[in-house]
């Protein structure tokens, strides 16, 4: 049973334009939702995270909004860069009233930006 | 900056085998977490600790154990490897509840 789903596997994009990656998800718990970014052969790097008392947030070239009714999040690049060609996750958490917080992890958007 | 630490980048193991893979980070991190990486099914969570001798199982833990006697190590040990553990293994830190994950580099398992 996927609670996150990104329905996208890919999406090509050119240099300068806008790259909109979406992520969906089934568990109304949820309520802190970031992205990754992932080269090959790295492990995945923390991008933007959004907590679920807001509905937009904003770092630089990169904004995550959250639609809560929906169930859906989304990350804007603006503009994309051939380095940001990268497979992207996101992932969500939901408050474990415990000392931890165990991610929830979509399967992925291979985004290539084309120069 | 944070850095997790995977000590092998490609292991290749026979079945049957017991496999360690270990994972170190240097921030004092409190939580430490294994998961899976497997195309088209993205990254799963295996084991998670929130403190020296603290395990908890994430989703998938079937055929798989961890260790953490120390704060900055965890340990993932797979009893008797099957190809159906094949996979990328990546190991991550985080400093608290809802704060971002540091992964290392991962590991790159082959069982045959």
């Known amino acids: 049973d996927q609670q996150v789903k990104q329905n996208s596997p890919s999406l090509s994009v050119q240099e300068g334009r806008i790259s909109i990656l979406n992520c969906d998800y089934t568990?109304?718990?949820?309520?802190?939702f970031l992205w990754y970014k992932k080269y090959p052969a790295e492990g995945p790097t923390f991008l933007i995270s959004?907590?679920?008392?807001?509905d937009k947030n904003e770092d630089g070239r990169f904004t995550v909004f959250l639609n809560k009714s929906a169930k859906h999040l989304s990350l804007h690049i603006v503009p994309s860069q051939p380095g940001d060609s990268a497979v992207y996750f996101c992932?969500?958490?939901?408050?474990?009233?415990?000392?931890?917080?165990?991610?929830?992890f979509g399967t992925g958007t291979l985004l290539a930006v084309q120069p | 900056d944070v850095k997790v630490t995977q000590s092998s980048r490609y292991l290749v193991k026979r079945t049957g085998e017991k496999v360690f893979l270990e994972c170190v980070q240097d921030?004092?991190?409190?939580?430490m977490f294994w998961y899976r990486q497997d195309p088209g099914l993205g990254l799963r969570l295996i084991y998670f600790s929130y403190d020296v001798k603290m395990k908890e199982k994430g989703d998938i833990p079937e055929g798989y154990s961890v260790s953490r006697e120390k704060k900055e190590r965890f340990s993932l040990i797979l009893e008797s490897a099957s190809t159906n553990q094949t996979s990328m293994y990546l190991c991550?830190?985080?400093?608290?509840?809802?704060?971002?994950?540091?992964f290392g580099n991962g590991t790159r398992l082959t069982v045959t």
């Open positions: 568990n109304s718990m949820f309520d802190y």
């Open positions: 959004i907590s679920s008392i807001k």
């Open positions: 991550a830190s985080s400093s608290g509840q809802f704060k971002p994950l540091h």
């Open positions: 921030m004092d991190h409190e939580n």
């Open positions: 992932a969500a958490s939901k408050e474990a009233g415990g000392a931890t917080n165990k991610l929830i």
